[in-house]
């Protein structure tokens, strides 16, 4: 009783109510630049150009920009490529990882030591831009999606996390399935990851957004346009300013007067971030849980 | 098995030998050959993608020949960097731009730990977490747009100043304020995210702690300075560690997306460098050089560091 009665005394003291109106300030200049674009992109083409950089409800309302863009015939097939190549990249990254790290939480590995050695060193050297760019050519990976996908098949990072989230399930359950004759594939599939859900959700997510993100091996190792992905578009309409590739678009012809591209190239950058805000809610209830309540389990 | 069950008594006088340490390794694996395959495809990515790569950083002593054996060049690709002019520029803007993002914001990680972990008001605290922690899974393409696009002529911040009658100007463009703007939007990135190791140790600090100082009469301030900071001390030198080793990269990422003509003098870094010269121009050699000199660099910095601050702490990173 007593120690609750304290703390109400200091949440409304006027430390509280400075420390508080300042911290949401702070929040509001992350949130605010990135609701801008959204408002912008969503805005009337007439309305939308010299739009004040603090909006963040549209003026007027118009999906024009995303008709647009999401019939362009550069962004699209990169907006499907993007897709295909998240999807395939992080299958193959759930399957190595949670693979490997079920070996490695094993009690009686052989060599676990020396793996678990080589691959901390794998973790901490990083080889560089060009010596990778010279293995994706002499592999012949050159200007396929599947250099792209591959040379990021594992993180050493995820896998540590994924072994964390194995050595919590008990080990009589494994040893008696064991017992039972089931296989160490099966024992991996029906029963360590459904009790390692969490584990699954969390670098499946984390996997995902980094594929997502993906722009520079994207970049250099695909060299055909048609086999691009959408964060390379992005960073030649936006970062090279090469608005080119809309311009000459044959669905652009009839609004080329009314067009505000400033807000196009929003709308592109909308799309590109949708994927993150669906997987967001997800690192937030499985990765941040115990951050967010204000407790630390152990 | 029964032959090698009933020889063992014999065995273990001595314990067991080499051979026979083998054999049962060997005897172990094919038992469970299944355990040892499901590990296999993720050994032989690494020996593909990162040890092969790691075997090609000896071009930086060869001259590269796309069909036929690489030839010994030496040191030449060595002495060729450092008598490039704009080299000493690369580096220092390398060293600048590290030294804002890793020495100048890391206390800024530390502070906003400190005053979430003061919000009382949980439903604010949670807002100001989950906006927080948003902008660190962004990649850095969108962040350039969402910046570009704050930082234009018409965006936000010329609307701000202009409250101040300071006139309208794209910010991006001005070379005064790049590296500035590198440092704020790696803070924009990274405050939330970055903060949240410091701020789970803050919230397992012992209760107990806190009731004693309160017992004693102890002011927030006061309960900051004796009681929060020193449990940071330790979270904080590990971290402060581990950037080091970015050192010499200096985030790539950010810089390649945040650059454009007008300041691309002024944010020239190593890795940008390594860029432009070895995938856009070819000189993989030349290009292999300076990354071989950017990685041994680091590597020196961490372990510098590391063996100082078990010397003056007892705490290192491992």
């Known amino acids: 009783m007593k120690k609750g009665s304290l703390e109400r005394r200091r949440t409304f003291s006027v430390g509280q109510f400075i420390l508080t109106a300042l911290m949401l300030l702070l929040a509001a200049t992350m949130l605010v630049p990135i609701l801008n674009i959204v408002a912008n992109s969503f805005s009337d083409p007439m309305k939308s150009p010299g739009m004040s950089g603090l909006r963040i409800i549209p003026d007027g309302f118009s999906l024009l920009n995303y008709q647009i863009v999401l019939s362009n015939t550069t962004i699209l097939p990169a907006l499907f490529n993007s897709v295909k190549i998240t999807v395939v990249g992080t299958a193959i990254n759930i399957l190595l990882t949670t693979m490997a790290a079920y070996t490695l939480t094993r009690p009686k590995l052989l060599f676990k030591r020396t793996i678990m050695v080589f691959l901390i060193i794998m973790m901490l050297f990083d ?100 086999q691009t992905t ?69 | 098995m029964l032959d090698r069950k009933n020889r063992a008594p014999v065995l273990d006088m001595g314990g067991p030998t080499l051979s026979e340490r083998v ?35 000896r071009l930086a002593f060869f001259t590269y020949k796309a069909k036929t054996a690489w030839e010994w060049a030496g040191l030449k690709y ?49 807002v100001v977490q989950v906006i927080s922690y948003l902008p660190h899974f962004l990649g850095w393409v969108v962040i350039a747009g969402i910046w570009i696009n704050f930082l234009s002529y018409d965006g936000a911040v010329s609307e701000i100043l202009s409250w101040f009658g300071v006139s309208p100007s794209n910010h991006m463009t001005n070379r005064n304020s790049i590296r500035w703007i590198l440092f704020l939007s790696e803070g924009w990135r990274s405050m939330g995210w970055d903060s949240i190791i410091y701020y789970t140790t803050i919230i397992g600090i012992s209760p107990s702690l806190y009731e004693a100082a309160e017992m004693d009469g102890a002011t927030r301030l006061q309960v900051i300075r004796h009681i929060v900071l020193p449990a940071l001390l330790a979270p904080m030198s590990t971290m402060f560690i581990l950037n080091l ?59 510098c560091t590391h063996v100082t601050s078990k010397k003056l702490t007892g705490e290192g990173v491992w």
């Open chain 1, 127 to 226: 080889p560089g831009t060009v010596p990778e760019y010279l293995t994706i050519k002499q592999l012949g990976l050159m200007g396929s999606q599947w250099s792209v996908i591959l040379v990021t098949a594992v993180s050493v990072y995820y896998l540590i996390i994924m072994m964390r989230y194995f050595q919590a399930v008990p080990q009589e359950i494994c040893e008696s399935a064991l017992m039972d004759g089931a296989g160490h594939m099966r024992l991996l599939f029906s029963i360590m990851i459904p009790l390692a859900k969490a584990g699954i959700a969390t670098i499946t997510m984390f996997y995902a957004i980094v594929r997502w993100n993906e722009y520079f091996r994207a970049g250099i190792y695909i060299t055909k346009n048609s």
């Open chain 1, 230 to 298: 959408l964060q390379v578009i992005l960073r030649q309409y936006v970062v090279s300013n090469d608005t080119a590739t809309l311009i000459g678009d044959k669905n652009i012809g009839k609004y080329v007067n009314i067009l505000d591209f400033n807000a196009l190239k929003n709308a592109t950058i909308v799309v590109a971030i949708v994927p993150v805000l669906i997987l967001y809610p997800f690192v937030l209830k499985y990765y941040t849980k115990d951050v967010l309540a204000g407790s630390v389990k152990g």
């Open chain 2, 23 to 57: 054999r049962r390794n060997l005897h172990t694996l094919r038992l469970d050959w299944v355990l040892y395959a499901m590990l296999l495809p993720t050994i032989v990515f690494f020996v593909i993608f990162r040890v092969w790569p790691i075997w090609n950083m």
């Open chain 2, 78 to 126: 060595f002495q060729q960097i450092f008598a490039t002019p704009q080299f000493g520029n690369i580096l220092k803007n390398t060293l600048i731009i590290s030294f804002m993002k890793y020495v100048l914001l890391f206390p800024f990680f530390v502070i906003f730990a400190i005053l979430l972990s003061e919000m009382r008001m949980h439903r604010c605290r949670k």
């Open chain 2, 245 to 303: 080793g970015y050192f010499m990269s200096a985030g790539f990422d950010q810089v390649l997306n945040f650059s454009n003509a007008a300041v691309q003098n002024t944010i020239d870094i190593l890795d940008t460098y390594i860029y432009r010269v070895g995938i856009q121009n070819g000189q993989y050699s030349l290009a292999s050089a300076v990354g071989l000199f950017k990685g041994v660099v680091g590597m020196v910095l961490v372990l």
